[in-house]
């Protein structure tokens, strides 16, 4: 089977998604492309050139000279452009040199296919992205989040007060 997938599968799985595409017919689960098509028929596909991203989303990718999907992961990151560097996406895969591993990719890269969006409601992520630091807020469906809560986050500096206060419970 395509361990990459097998991968993404377990990682849905042990994080309690019970619902994904494709999740009662395991055939399926070991081939991306077939993955992707019925994300495509479901409604729950991206294509790379119109959809951003989200933490949590599946990555499908092709290989350099590949023209269906042969590789999956998840998005663990989105790390914006800046002036001098495109938008990327971190992801993590399976058997990236025989190891699960980060891989980051320039989101314009012709690998990406798109991504499969993980349906509403299953899980809450919510990411905050400041000047050198990126927080990510990862709750399960029972924790009741409303779907358009925003994450805040204010740095408290070291050497202040309320610093001390935090660093010393």
């Known amino acids: 089977g395509n361990w990459p997938a097998l991968f993404v599968r377990f990682c849905l799985e042990y994080a309690d998604i019970s619902y994904y595409p494709m999740w009662e017919d395991t055939a399926g689960w070991d081939d991306p492309a077939r993955w992707m098509e019925q994300l495509i028929l479901d409604g729950y596909f991206g294509n790379a050139q119109e959809y951003s991203p989200k933490v949590g989303d599946l990555v499908f990718l092709r290989e350099e000279d590949g023209t269906v ?91 202040t007060e309320e610093y001390e206060t935090y660093y010393r419970r």
Not at 79 to 108: F, M, N, R, S
Request: charged content about 25%.
């Open 69 to 159: 999907a042969e590789r999956i992961g998840i998005v663990a990151q989105y790390i914006p452009a800046t002036e001098d560097t495109p938008a990327k996406i971190q992801t993590i895969q399976g058997d990236v040199q025989d190891c699960v591993a980060h891989v980051t990719y320039d989101l314009e890269d012709q690998r990406i296919l798109g991504y499969g969006i993980l349906p509403s409601g299953y899980a809450v992520l919510m990411q905050y992205t400041g000047e050198d630091y990126t927080i990510t807020i990862d709750l399960s469906r029972e924790a009741k989040i409303p779907e358009k809560a925003e994450v805040t986050v204010r740095e408290i500096m070291p050497g």
